[in-house]
């Protein structure tokens, strides 16, 4: 076991998180510009300056320096004469000097591999060294390796006994205020006034009107205010009466309003999944992680629906307050002291209802400490909390135990009558009256401002803070420190065991989604089958543009639906994942890896059943069958790692959904065939050479043409054309190989998974820090 002796060093690791891509992106980016041209063109253009037939060597005019002359003008280097090529017959060419360029062109090519792969080891050494060093300088410890995991473990023994295992979360002068134009007015959501403490085998209610900033004040408790340049976080928070930094989060597991996990996977699986994950380093065996499991489903009344799917909005599964109660199980695997809630009962009928917070009562008496926001509570519920903390417009209304409240209220002069329940009796005191006559208005502001004047007066009697100051007091809050990053920053398992259990499910999910393949499998049929009823095709004239017609529109339908159904799915599953991965289940990099490998199957098998109709109905060249079903499926993986590339970077499915017609649009309009090189703009010359379409096509025409022979026969346009090598040069394909076009695709599809992976690493979620409270 590893020493727990804190250094100081994890309270930046969740900065440190984003160096690994963040590294990687500005190795990768200096090297880009670091080099004149990308290495491949130079190499490609020193080759095709060695193979140029048509150039007229000179090699008596020999020349110290590199320029070539032509009769417009010179260029300085052989990388850097794309874009102003002069007639070949012009050039006066040199053939010493293009060995010469060529050989230079070489070394720069072995120089930037030599200097980027030494970049990029000495920016990864840099990280390893600066982020796995773990507890102590005496054991260094890689996440993932044995050591990290019986930190992790040690860790969360501790928060099972001693001073983390019962917590009493103190909070005083909580403040947000939102700048509502730059440097103009300020909006304020909590106005400082609010103070509480959530005790130890309590469960405390939040409540309050709609908009009164309960979920804001949950969230800034437990340090989950997502970063905003608008917000200011003000306040003071406690752990068991010491006092916290202001970037601190709690021993806690958080659950939010909506919880959304893969529908396809049973109660079962899901809690198996995450228990292997978060617990695989502590609980080795397979019999310890089946018993947690059965645990947590007792406790949390899912026994029965142990073998039902968790289902969503479209796929019928759990019950509301289920799935609401699988959330709860999932967050207590790692047994968190604290749980906070926001609006578990939303949704839910009262029988659900009801059940969830008995469950959470069930937590409460075993020393969990509950704190949830509760919306509209029936009177049995409501009976079920310790303890209230009552808020309107931002303001502390009532904080103390739940059952005086009724009392407090009448002795404040708002009394109410028997037979109305006290939940909806405070919620009326508190809730302003709007749209009514003027004079209730009026009255309902009063009233409010009453009862915060009262509250105001209390507060201090009713919580006050003697916080533990010095050593002692910092000693626990770097422990607490150190046991949350432990927790939150390191998965529980090592990176090949995460591929696993990712790849597994991931396979899963996608088989069990029964509709989504049948869809796809009706799809290729029906494709196939209208393609090849309408293309028969021969070796008369016609059959040159036909074909080119069949293939262009193959590439076309094969993209649009690669690209739109991982497009649709993509970001779901991305929301998902980035919960999963803010609380260090898996990192990115496993997900991303078993999501691409686990695409490629389905993707072949698809493009069988196309190849498989409409090669022999549409009559496409025999014996190249194996190189189309070869193509189609590089096509279809390229498209889905584009539409992958798009949903990862979107915010949203409606934002990756609003980038796919313009993309489309831009591959159609450069599939090579609509607009020529010279007339493209010079800034979109670039999609040229990531066009989609214009790979795929180019990939089946050169293998669909090579070796044809036509007759002369048949209506045509333009002269005659007798071989397939001929079609393909009208198309200015001629000198394109099946090879070329396997390269470029691999190129795109890895490129896309480099930046669809550096697109989710980034793109993780940051939280606000709380700053001390202005005097
Ligand atoms: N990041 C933010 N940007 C803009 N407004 C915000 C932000 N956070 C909170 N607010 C505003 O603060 C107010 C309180 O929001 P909050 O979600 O806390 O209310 P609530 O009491 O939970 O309401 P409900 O019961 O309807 O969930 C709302 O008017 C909301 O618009
Ligand atoms: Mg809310």
Redesign the pocket.
């Known amino acids: 076991m590893a020493s727990l002796h804190h250094q100081g060093r994890s309270s930046s690791s969740s900065r440190r998180r984003l160096h690994s891509p963040l590294l990687l992106a500005i190795s990768l980016i200096s090297i880009t510009t670091l080099c004149p041209q990308h290495p491949f063109q130079v190499a490609a253009q020193a080759n095709k300056f060695a193979s140029r037939p048509k150039l007229v060597d000179n090699a008596s005019k020999k020349k110290k320096n590199k320029k070539v002359n032509t009769e417009d003008g010179t260029y300085s280097s052989p990388w850097r004469f794309g874009r102003k090529e002069p007639k070949v017959e012009e050039i006066v060419f040199d053939s010493s000097d293009w060995r010469r360029d060529l050989f230079a062109a070489e070394f720069q090519l072995i120089l930037l591999s030599v200097m980027s792969s030494s970049l990029i080891a000495v920016l990864s050494w840099i990280w390893y060294r600066t982020t796995s060093k773990l507890v102590n300088d005496a054991k260094v410890v890689k996440p993932g390796e044995t050591g990290a995991e019986d930190i992790i473990c040690e860790n969360l023994e501790q928060t099972h006994s001693g001073f983390f295992k019962s917590v009493a979360v103190g909070f005083e002068d909580i403040t947000m205020t ?1 700048q509502q134009k730059k440097n103009k007015s300020e909006r304020v ?1 909590l106005d400082g006034s609010i103070r509480g403490i959530a005790q130890p085998g309590r469960m405390l209610a939040i409540m ?10 949950l969230h800034a408790i437990s340090g989950k205010v ?1 970063e ?1 340049k ?2 200011n976080l003000y306040g003071k928070r406690y752990i068991n009466g010491v006092p916290l930094t202001g970037d601190s989060k709690i021993p806690s597991a958080f659950i939010e309003q909506d919880v959304n996990f893969f529908p396809h996977m049973t109660v079962k699986e899901t809690l198996d999944f995450r228990v292997e994950l978060k617990m695989g380093s502590c609980l080795k065996t397979k019999k310890e992680r089946d018993d947690l499991v059965t645990d947590l489903m007792n406790q949390l009344g899912l026994t029965k629906s142990a073998n039902t799917i968790v289902g969503n909005a479209k796929v019928r599964g759990l019950s509301g307050g289920e799935r609401k109660r699988l959330s709860i199980a999932c967050e207590m695997i790692s047994s968190p002291p604290v749980i906070f809630l926001d ?1 578990p009962t939303s949704g839910l009928d009262s029988y659900q209802a009801t059940q969830v917070i008995e469950t959470l009562r069930k937590l409460a008496d075993q020393g969990k400490t509950i704190v949830a ?1 509760i ?1 509209q509570p029936s009177q049995h519920t409501f009976q079920l909390f310790d303890d209230l903390l009552l808020i309107s417009e931002g303001k502390l209304m009532y904080y103390g135990e739940r059952s005086k409240v009724r009392g407090y209220m009448t002795e404040l002069g708002f009394g109410c009558e028997d037979e109305v329940g006290t939940a909806e009796h405070i919620l009326d005191c508190v809730s302003r009256v709007v749209g009514a006559d003027a004079e209730a208005e009026k009255q309902s502001e009063k009233r409010i401002e009453t009862i915060a004047a009262a509250a105001d007066r209390h507060a201090r009697e009713w919580v006050s803070f003697d916080a533990a100051e010095g050593a002692e007091a910092q000693q626990v809050e770097r422990k607490m420190k150190h046991i949350v990053d432990l927790t939150t920053t390191h998965p529980g398992t090592n990176i090949f065991r995460q591929f696993k259990l990712l790849f597994g499910r991931s396979i899963q999910e996608t088989l069990r989604g029964k509709a989504a393949i049948i869809i796809k499998v009706v799809q290729q049929v029906s494709l196939g089958l209208i393609y090849g009823g309408i293309y028969t095709l021969g070796d008369n004239q016609a059959s040159v543009m036909d074909r080119f017609g069949l293939l262009s529109l193959i590439i076309i339908g094969a993209t649009n639906m690669a690209m739109a159904g991982t497009i649709r799915s993509f970001p779901k599953e991305k929301s998902i994942v980035s919960v999963e991965v803010a609380s260090s289940l898996y990192r990115t990099f496993p997900y991303f890896i078993s999501k691409a490998i686990s695409e490629l199957p389905l993707i072949a098998i698809f493009n069988g059943i196309f190849s498989a109709l409409i090669y022999p109905l549409a009559k496409l060249q025999k014996g190249k069958f194996k190189t189309f079903l070869g193509l189609t499926s590089l096509h279809g993986i390229t498209s889905e790692a584009v539409g992958l590339l798009i949903g990862s970077i979107s915010p949203s499915s409606d934002v990756a959904l609003a980038l796919f017609p313009p993309i489309i649009v831009l591959n159609i309009i450069f599939d090579g065939k609509n607009i020529s090189e010279e007339n493209t703009p010079a800034l979109l010359r670039w999609v040229n050479q990531v066009g989609l379409i214009r790979w795929g096509f180019t990939g089946l025409a050169v293998n669909e043409f090579e070796g044809l022979a036509f007759s002369t026969g048949g209506p045509r346009r333009g002269p005659v054309v007798k071989t397939g090598e001929e079609a393909l040069a009208r198309f200015g394909l001629d000198g394109r190989t099946v090879e070329d076009v396997v390269r470029a695709q691999t190129k795109i599809i890895g490129g896309c998974w480099l930046l669809s992976f550096l697109g989710l690493a980034l793109t993780r979620q940051k939280y606000e820090v709380m700053q001390n409270p202005v005097q």
């Open positions: 939102l959501i309050g009107p709609s908009g009164s900033g309960k979920s804001t004040l997502k905003d608008k917000i609006e926001v919306h």
